[in-house]
């Protein structure tokens, strides 16, 4: 299958980037076709403003909302936003991975979404398309994260609470949102203390799963 | 009392900007002193990476946690970070007005809170400072957003689900996690499809909840 694995890490002798080589390995040990996009390392803009666009609607007052649609039907998008387009029409799957910033996505990966997953392409109101009719349907999609928390504060009762409830804003009314199946979530807890050995457990735990999808 | 408003929409003729101005107009008749982070116009830069450090503890691995806790012992954060620290020490209240963005802030304002509350600022595992002892105790804080949907979307066994449970990623585990105080988010449902009369009430309805605080 033809894989998106998005990616947000800024630095690359981090723990997330050894998974994200392991995963990258144990793709092409499938066999299947990996896209990258690296976030910090293409300086990926998550700003959603006036720059998106080649051309505009309305020029008199900024409408993002009205200003996507339109880009969708006038192929009006700026180049790196396109460029992210063109990957999640060719995958078959689109993997984020990234640590996890107050329980949800940094700002780098949230910008993607806000900017890539655009009315007209992703889901559209005017044609009831989102959910089960969303526009990326027949697509999966997982998450895979880091928290530098253990799982005790991450788990029903706990200090933030159930990770998977906190998460629902992305895996059910982004992802699933926009008719994408979501496999379950990928955590490794306590990521800001594994021993040497915990690394190398948690590296194997996440290339069986790869190996397994 | 002194209040931040930190606020993120494009556009000057918005909705969005009319709210902030009804808000600031009503912060003036109750003789509070307001200060503004206009997040798109100050251009705010909401990617965490090494330029938020003047200096930095480990130069050959860059972790953004231990740079954060360094930064905040060594007065070593980026001038536009360390402002943002400043006007959060001086308020007494924190409101955040964004139209929500896949049930969450729009990147902007995410990567605001990324960057800002960092550990030795506003939490510090290393001192369990946190929730009850979090090292913003005192202040209080309230998100006021608006949704392009309607609220049954955004009600139990809607489509999206209850907002306020969506919204817990921040009120619970970014602002209650820091020891803020959390008021009631106010929520502007159908945003997208106001008409004059109903834009009109719901200013009304925004002033009078700031008039109440």
Redesign the interface.
């Known amino acids: 299958m033809n894989v998106l694995y998005v990616y947000a890490h ?2 690359p ?2 723990f997330n980037s050894s998974m994200k080589d392991t995963a990258l390995e144990a793709f092409e040990e499938r066999g299947d076709s990996v896209k990258v996009s690296d976030l ?1 390392a293409m300086n990926f803009d ?5 720059n998106d666009f080649k051309n505009r609607k309305y020029t ?6 009205l200003e996507q649609l339109h880009a969708n039907k006038t192929d009006g998008f700026a180049p790196d936003i396109k460029a992210e387009m063109d990957k999640i029409n060719w995958a078959d799957m689109l993997i984020f991975q990234f640590p996890i ?8 990966m ?2 993607w ?2 900017r890539v ?1 655009s009315p007209g392409f992703a889901f559209n ?1 005017l044609t009831q398309s ?2 089960e009719t969303g526009l990326l349907k027949g697509k999966k999609s997982m998450l895979v994260t880091t928290a ?2 253990d799982k005790d504060w991450y788990s029903k009762g706990g ?3 159930d990770i998977h ?6 895996t ?3 992802l699933e ?1 926009t008719g994408l199946e979501v496999l379950p979530t990928h955590v490794v807890y306590g990521a ?1 203390n594994l021993s040497e050995d915990d690394a190398k457990k948690e590296l194997e735990r996440y290339r069986e799963l790869i190996l397994s999808l």
């Open positions: 800024q630095e002798k981090s910090y998550p700003v959603l403003d006036e008199d007052i900024f409408n993002p909302f910033y107050f329980t949800g996505f940094p700002a780098i949230k910008g979404i806000d997953f109101p989102a959910y530098g928390a200090m933030h609470g409830e906190l998460l629902k804003s992305i059910h009314c982004t949102f800001s």
